[in-house]
């Protein structure tokens, strides 16, 4: 899978709904906004991106040092339409909320 959602934040009265993913390197702003809007039917209104390099670790043992290096990585920013205001993250149940505040009330 080429996409791997890092967060999200539902939309306010001011900023539209944003989610983080982190996709492949060689992965363009176009294709990140062809592959959301295709296989998830998703309204992208605008997509930035950031790449980053792999850390690199040293390992040592008795003899010797051993160096390696993560992967390179890249993030994709993306900003939906207006139309989605929430991206369904998340779910609240009154059942348990309610249960919750009682067992808050029992321990006074």
Same mark, same amino acid.
């Given at each position: 899978? =080429?996409?791997? *959602?890092? +967060?999200?934040?539902? %939309? $306010?009265?001011?900023?539209?709904?944003? %989610?983080?993913?982190?996709?492949? =390197? @060689?992965?363009?702003?176009?294709?990140?906004?062809? #592959?959301?809007?295709? *296989? !998830?039917? *998703? =309204?992208? %209104?605008?997509?930035?991106?950031?790449? !980053?390099? /792999?850390?690199?670790?040293?390992?040592? /043992?008795?003899?010797?040092?051993? !160096? #390696?290096? !993560?992967?390179?990585?890249?993030? %994709?920013?993306? $900003?939906?339409?207006? +139309?989605?205001?929430?991206? /369904?993250? /998340?779910?609240?149940?009154?059942?348990?909320?309610? *249960?919750?505040?009682?067992?808050?009330?029992? @321990? #006074?």
């Amino acid at each position: 899978m =080429p996409m791997t *959602l890092v +967060s999200a934040r539902n %939309a $306010t009265e001011t900023h539209a709904a944003t %989610a983080i993913f982190r996709v492949l =390197p @060689k992965m363009t702003k176009h294709e990140v906004k062809e #592959y959301l809007t295709k *296989l !998830y039917d *998703l =309204p992208v %209104a605008k997509v930035r991106t950031m790449n !980053y390099m /792999g850390k690199r670790k040293r390992a040592t /043992g008795k003899r010797k040092v051993m !160096y #390696y290096k !993560y992967r390179d990585f890249k993030k %994709a920013v993306v $900003t939906f339409d207006d +139309s989605i205001q929430d991206l /369904g993250l /998340g779910a609240r149940i009154p059942e348990l909320e309610e *249960l919750e505040q009682q067992q808050e009330q029992d @321990k #006074y």
